[in-house]
């Protein structure tokens, strides 16, 4: 793969970008993801150098990822994610677009008015198009409702979603954190309204495994939808970076707010202490294993990451090159992948 010749130069995509990674039909649609997604929630804001922001997206672009998930809220500030992915688009990957799935959501608070949250149509077209403005670019490939808003009637939220598409500024619609009994009711109203349910965003990793007890993983076969996965990798807690007891200075536990140094304790650290061992038996990481994990679904449609270094992602994408998961490992896997190890569930 010919990556960036020089890191912060001019970009010219690697030529051999679709020979490395697998694509995965969403659902009962016409639309392939890549085995991997990235995301651009955590150290893409303000505070992180735009050059290696930069780096990363285009060298994940570079390994075949052609999804790129955002959000009006990613940050921080709010918005600053998609203002800085507007601006690679601009200068870097514009000749690539039509290559580019795009992907935002809207629903969650991103500020007091009571237009900047929540999923009523008001809240939902006005952020997508504040997306369009940012991102720089007339459409995105999919738009999602956040998370389910129980104070809005849910028709409205689909409708919404519906018109996105019908305006020409989505291709697809998804949602996401929506429990299974209601991910089945928006998609049953999207079909009624011809727009299909394409995707769902879950969090599915081997310490969060409720798609499986709320059955949402038979409604996305029996709907028709893709699953999104996000976080497969309990925000870095299912690699071997935290197996220690130290916190390495750059790692998310030791910078975010959203994943805490408290939760890695004496459980966490015997499950992901012997998960680890598994991985190595197999002659991979940790980290590998439990992107495996989530990919050996079908309707798992791709394993959507976070990286804040390109090793990372090269790292990373390389978790399908290694034999299929046998019933004897994914049993102990099932052993010490236990369901809120380390993550609030
Ligand atoms: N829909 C929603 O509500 C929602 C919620 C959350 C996330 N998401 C989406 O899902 C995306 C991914 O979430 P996530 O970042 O939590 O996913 P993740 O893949 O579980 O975690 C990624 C983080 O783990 C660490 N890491 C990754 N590979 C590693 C390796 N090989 N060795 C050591 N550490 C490694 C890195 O953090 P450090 O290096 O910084 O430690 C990296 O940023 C987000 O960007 C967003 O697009 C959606």
Redesign the pocket.
Known sequence: MSALTTPGGPYRAAADRYDNLAYRRAGTSGLDLPAFSF?????FGTDYPHETRRDIVLHAFDLGITHF???NR?GPPHRAAEKFFGQVLRTDLAAHRDELILST?AG?PIGPSPYQRGGSRKSLLTSLDHSLRDLGTDHVDIF?S??PDPSTPLEETVGALASAVTSGKALYVGI??YPAELAHEAAVLLRGAGVPLLVH?P?Y?LFDRRPERDGLIEVAARDGFGLVV???????L????YLTGTVPE????Q??SFLSPDVIDDTYRTRATALNQLARERGQ?L?QLALQWVLRLPQVTSA??????TW?LD??VRALDFPPLTEEELALMDRYGVHGTAVQV
């Open positions: 995301g651009l929630w955590q150290k998930d955002n959000a990613y959501k969650n999602y956040h998370s996401s954190n965003q969090r990793s996000y976080s497969p990798l309990a925000q870095g299912l690699t071997d970076k750059s790692a998310r536990a910078n975010s990481s980290a959507l990451i976070g990286a804040s270094t990372q790292h990373n």
